[in-house]
């Protein structure tokens, strides 16, 4: 038997928040979606098309995702900003930074070249959590 749990979240731009108690699946759900894991039974359609019959890479391409607790990578800021897309040119770059409130990195001398120790350790808490939606 086949069931839709989730039938528009196709919109550009939207936001799609999945709430529920601990233990009920939510994260387990988000996960199967750019297949970070694959599903045990049953088979995950996006679009009607079964996901493991997607390029791993073109599905997290059109997927913006953001974890429960994100992680900074030894490197520079910009480093850590261009991870998913290498090829993201400086003013996308910027872009994000503004979006997700980051601007305070460019107040720093090094600006996007400021170093990120191995798991952002020298980044505060607040700061990391405005730089992290946008990796």
């Known amino acids: 038997m086949s069931s839709k749990i989730l039938v528009s979240l196709h919109d550009r731009g ?7 108690s601990t233990g ?47 992680i900074l990578l030894s490197g520079t800021v910009e480093e850590n900003l261009k991870y ?11 872009k994000a930074l503004e979006i997700a409130q980051g601007n305070f990195i460019l107040d720093k001398e090094e600006g996007l070249q400021y170093r990120i120790a191995q798991g952002g350790t020298n980044v505060s808490e607040d700061n990391a959590d405005s730089v992290l939606p946008v990796l």
């Open 24 to 70: 009920s699946g939510k994260s387990t759900l988000i996960n199967l979606i750019p297949r970070f894991y694959d599903a045990s039974e049953g088979v995950v359609r996006v679009d009607g098309v079964d996901v493991r019959d997607v390029d791993q890479k073109t599905l997290r391409e059109d997927i913006g995702y953001i974890p429960q607790k994100g």
């Open 84 to 94: 998913g897309n290498q090829g993201a040119s400086d003013e996308q770059v910027l």
């Open 14 to 20: 939207q936001t799609t928040a999945f709430i529920g």
